[in-house]
């Protein structure tokens, strides 16, 4: 059993973990032995089997038992290690820097679309309903409409509401994250993806050219126009919680907000949002001449006891 060190003795770490203080206030000397110990056990774990590489207690036992380092603290080795782990993956080749560049957007080429949630009070009663938000980069200019689930028909029908009240498609790429109503299957952390089979017909069909962001909390800062427009949005306009009738007068009063905001300036902007979006919207590619089917057909068979599955809702039907 290893000597613990005596209740009495206080230690303190320094930020760097360069040395401990103890209660008597004498200062002990610079551990130049975690650096040299722990990165030859570093670089050697970057090879080794992956459930099988140093966590941070058997550095520190191995720094007590094999070199005596009784002076080192949990703490320290932990502080260090947290420190420079990254640091050595990345001297080894192993790791990438990650880097952030300022946006900029050609007027008419590029947008941004995402669900948020809210909770909104259709006939007194709390419900949470989704609100889908699809915005230009260049203008700024945002439309909004909230449906009652994220599914793939909304999807759908809130990209053929914004595309009709913007009067156009973007040229360029529409960023997306990946939601299962777009994306069958992300593979590995590459761009590509198994695009669901209806939403590749409808990208087809108004000739939208989709870009997926990076999965996990990283690629929120790739569409951070939309995460941002829809935090604006509900903290703008469904604050307090609006209590109304029905849906369909909740989006009429969206449409409203969003012809409103195109008097408004984003941050320290010379012009308004609907004076960028009288320059970016002449510049949008037309809309198809036909109208895309949101909606699934099906033909769902009728059970022995007169009912119809639809997806996993069990519904009653009168035959004959």
């Excluded at 669900?115 to 700024?140: K, N, Q």
């Excluded at 299962?180 to 669901?196: D, I």
């Excluded at 941050?267 to 004076?275: A, D, K, L, M, N």
């Excluded at 037309?286 to 057909?297: I, K, M, V």
Aim: aromatic share 8%; proline share 7%.
């Amino acid at each position: 059993m290893r000597q613990g060190r005596p209740a009495s003795a206080a230690h303190a770490v320094d930020g760097r973990g360069g040395a401990t203080v103890s209660g008597s206030g004498r200062a002990a000397p610079p551990l130049p032995l975690i650096p040299a110990r722990y990165r030859p056990h570093a670089a050697a774990d970057l090879d080794a089997p992956r459930k099988q590489r140093h966590p941070v207690k058997r550095i520190f036992d191995r720094l007590v038992d094999e070199h005596g380092a009784d002076e080192v603290s949990y703490q320290m080795v932990h502080g260090y290690v947290a420190e420079h782990r990254a640091e050595i993956r990345l001297q080894a080749g192993r790791a990438v820097v990650d880097a952030f560049v300022p946006q900029t957007h050609k007027p008419g080429a590029e947008a941004e679309a995402d669900f948020g949630d809210v909770t909104v009070r259709p006939a007194g009663e709390l419900v949470t309903c989704y609100l889908f938000a699809f915005r230009l980069s260049y203008s700024g200019k945002a439309v909004h409409r909230i449906f009652a689930s994220a599914g793939q028909e909304a999807f759908f029908e809130g990209h053929v509401h914004a595309l009709n009240t913007l009067g156009g498609v973007p040229t360029g790429r529409v960023r997306y994250d990946n939601l299962k109503a777009a994306v069958a299957r992300v593979l590995g952390f590459s761009r590509q993806r198994v695009e669901a089979e209806r939403w590749t017909a409808f990208r087809s069909h108004y000739g939208l050219d989709a870009l997926y962001c990076q999965p996990g909390t990283g690629g929120a800062h790739e569409k951070g126009g939309v995460e941002g427009q829809i935090g604006w949005f509900r903290r703008n306009h469904l604050v307090p919680v609006p209590d109304v009738a029905t849906p369909a007068e909740l989006n009429a009063m969206i449409d409203r907000w969003d012809e409103q905001d195109e008097g408004r300036r984003i941050r320290s902007r010379p012009r308004t949002i609907g004076e960028y979006l009288a320059v970016e919207r002449p510049l949008l590619a037309p809309l198809p001449d036909e109208p895309f089917e949101t909606g699934r057909l099906s033909t769902p068979r009728v059970d022995r006891y007169s009912q119809i599955n639809v997806r996993t809702t069990a519904t009653r039907c009168r035959c004959g």
